[in-house]
């Protein structure tokens, strides 16, 4: 969808933020995608936020410290 706003953009004058905005604020299925993501943005940082206090907690209890492997990207 990004890719087909950029070709939306004229290409024969440059164009200041105002002028960029406007183009993205009149693209109403980019809007909503750009919602979506957003929301699942939120959604998995709020996951991943709950479970690095859980691991912290846990770590603050353990005599020794664990050892933790983090999946690979």
Not at 28 to 42: D, F, H, N, P
């Amino acid at each position: 969808e990004f890719k087909a706003f950029l070709k939306k953009l004229p290409t024969d004058h440059f164009l200041n933020t105002s002028a960029v905005l406007k183009f993205w604020t009149s693209d109403l299925v980019l809007q909503r995608r750009y919602g979506l993501l957003e929301a699942s943005t939120k959604v998995v940082l709020g996951k991943a936020i709950k479970i690095v206090r859980k691991l912290f907690a846990l770590s603050k209890r353990c005599p020794t410290q664990p050892k933790i492997s983090l999946p690979r990207e």
